[in-house]
Nanobody, 122 residues
Framework: VQLQASGGGLVQAGGSLRLACAAS????????MGWFRQAPGKEREFVAA????????YYADFVKGRFTISRDNAKNTVYLQMNSLAPEDSAAYYC????????????????WGQGTLVTVSS
């Protein structure tokens, strides 16, 4: 199983980026998929997660109203649309897939992508 994240880059404060994470090796249409981030010197933190149907999603308080998570099960891909970016959003962003199917919210994540770097300049 591989999770390939893409879409990171350098953006000015107030700008937008769209991250994508494509899974290969198996289908995850019955699993929660999520995004986490880790800034230098800080612990990894939860950003957002979406249920298998794509209808239910939940977010960390610090991204509510700015970020939107979505998924395309036909493409085995999860997305993170990030708007109104601020310098404190700078981090490596990681996608992940829950360990157990049909568990919402998940108790743990089994698969992790390699991370894509987001840098927001002031």
């Amino acid at each position: 199983v591989q999770l390939q994240a893409s879409g990171g880059g350098l953006v000015q404060a107030g700008g937008s980026l769209r991250l994508a994470c494509a899974a290969s090796g198996r289908t995850f249409s019955s699993y929660v998929m999520g995004w986490f981030r880790q800034a230098p010197g800080k612990e990894r933190e939860f950003v957002a997660a979406i249920a298998w149907s794509g209808v239910r999603a939940y977010y960390a308080d610090f991204v509510k109203g700015r970020f939107t998570i979505s998924r395309d099960n036909a493409k085995n891909t999860v997305y993170l649309q990030m708007n109104s970016l601020a310098p404190e959003d700078s981090a490596a962003y990681y996608c992940a897939v829950a360990t157990y199917p049909l568990q919402y919210p998940p108790t743990e994540y089994a698969y992790w992508g390699q991370g894509t770097l987001v840098t927001v300049s002031s």
